[in-house]
């Protein structure tokens, strides 16, 4: 019996439209503010980046940038 697909998450409206050109200082700002609140808050790089229309590299840079501790890899243990 095969899983159900998990669900893809929506662009948030204030991190759409083109980023030929990268983000000025405010929007980056912004936007490490955003990842390191939601990473802290229990999100996974692959949910913030779908929030934010990025890779899970740049939330990873911008988590590096914050000075943000990552977690460890795989899944939270059960207890």
Known sequence: MPYPSRPVLDVLPQFRGDLKNGYNRFQLERFDAFVAAEYMAGRSLREIGE????????????????????????????R
């Open 51 to 78: 929030l934010t229309g990025r890779t899970q590299t740049a939330v990873r840079r911008s988590l590096d940038r914050t000075g943000t501790p990552r977690r460890g890899r795989g899944a939270r243990s059960l």
